[in-house]
């Protein structure tokens, strides 16, 4: 599952179809609705990948997505769709293939001891270099105060 929390502005949600479509949708109003409209945009000629789901989020809007949705359908939020500053907190749970058992599990493992503190995150090319030490800071200025008003 994948769960945000979509704080300061409104902004949307898009959701575009796997390619080629999955063979049975999941048993769902909306799901089977979603499913209808790319099946009937597939039927008209449309390419699945031209079919966009667009879900608006208001301010203080919680967003699950799980299933189909979380693992086949693409789903971001386009640069055009942010018109003010947004803050959101998004929590993301570990696909079956980063799971013990799965194709990735080393991986996920790692992952999640990054993620409890246990180990260090690798570092990054766009890092800065941390082994010399931080610049002296700028000198501190003093400032006389006086109780006795203006001269």
């Known amino acids: 599952r994948l769960v945000t929390i979509s704080l300061l502005s409104s902004t949307t949600l898009s959701f575009v179809p796997p390619t080629p479509l999955p063979p049975a949708p999941e048993s769902s109003a909306t799901t089977s609705n979603v499913a209808a409209m790319v099946s009937a945009a597939s039927r008209a000629g449309d390419a699945p990948s031209s079919v966009c789901v667009c879900v608006e989020l208001p301010p203080r809007s919680l967003v699950v997505v799980s299933g189909s949705a979380r693992r086949l359908w693409k789903h971001a939020i386009r640069r055009e769709h942010v018109s003010a500053r947004r803050l959101c907190c998004t929590f993301r749970e570990l696909s079956p293939l980063f799971l013990p058992g799965g194709d990735q599990a080393d991986l996920g493992a790692r992952l999640l001891r990054i993620a409890s503190g246990v180990e260090a995150a690798?570092?990054?090319?766009?890092?800065?270099?941390?082994s010399s030490p931080p610049p002296p800071p700028p000198p501190s200025a003093s400032f006389a105060y006086s109780s006795a008003g203006p001269p």
């Open 122 to 130: 690798p570092p990054r090319a766009a890092m800065p270099d941390t």
